[in-house]
């Protein structure tokens, strides 16, 4: 659509109908001078600017997930520990009460029932103390983790970012299990704190994060 300008007559420079000075020389325009009529110049497309995609930074802490697949692989070796143990213990017991009641027709004797109880509780002692013995070793250690936290290149560390110790490591192995009550809700934590923590690593002070 044509719009209306004057052009100065000192340096001839295109301006505004409107205006009283030159845009370029400053130069005072006459107000009775009949504006011209020109054809508005058309406008070059000029491309938006291209805002370059800038991804959110990747958290350094271990997230919720691949915790958990740490966890697994380290529940997998502890139990491939521990079947070979249960086998040992606990099960020539069961296969005594079972011959026992196949041959007697008769309920297994006392002496038998608490034979059996004990090879469980030393059982169960035993798996629970193994336990906390690979993850507190393991986390004190060089590689600040346990196996499954060293195959997934994770390791715990002190809010400052230093190596725990065995004391602190078996402090946030017996809180994992206030993490486990209520649903294991202190778990679920991970998924929703900004760094990543769970319960137990709020009352021992770590932190796990990706190396």
């Known amino acids: 659509m044509p719009e209306n300008f004057i052009f100065c007559s000192k340096c001839g420079a295109q301006n505004s109908a409107a205006a009283q000075f030159c845009q370029n020389c400053g130069l005072t325009l006459s107000s009775n001078l009949a504006p011209t009529q020109v054809a508005a110049p058309a406008r070059a497309y000029v491309a938006a ?29 502890l139990g491939a520990v521990a079947a070979p143990l249960f086998f040992i213990m606990v099960l020539p017991s069961i296969v005594r009460i079972a011959h026992q009641a196949e041959q007697n027709q008769e309920p297994p004797s006392p002496e038998l029932i608490v034979t059996i109880i004990s090879s469980v509780f030393v059982y169960i002692a035993l798996a629970f103390v193994g336990q906390w013995l690979y993850e507190a ?10 196996i499954g936290k060293r195959v997934l290149r994770l390791k715990v560390v002190d809010e400052a970012g230093n190596r725990i110790g065995f004391g602190r490591a078996t402090g946030r192995f ?30 021992a002070g770590t932190l796990v994060m990706k190396y």
């Open 174 to 203: 017996f809180a994992k299990i206030l993490s486990s009550m209520f649903f294991c809700i202190g778990f679920i934590m991970i998924a929703f704190t900004d760094k990543k923590r769970g319960l137990h690593d709020m009352l």
């Open 49 to 77: 600017p291209q805002v370059a995609y800038v991804p959110d930074p990747v958290t350094p802490y271990g997230g919720f997930w691949i915790r958990f697949l740490a966890h697994l692989i380290d529940h997998f070796i």
């Open 137 to 146: 070793l393991l986390t004190s250690s060089s590689w600040q983790g346990t």
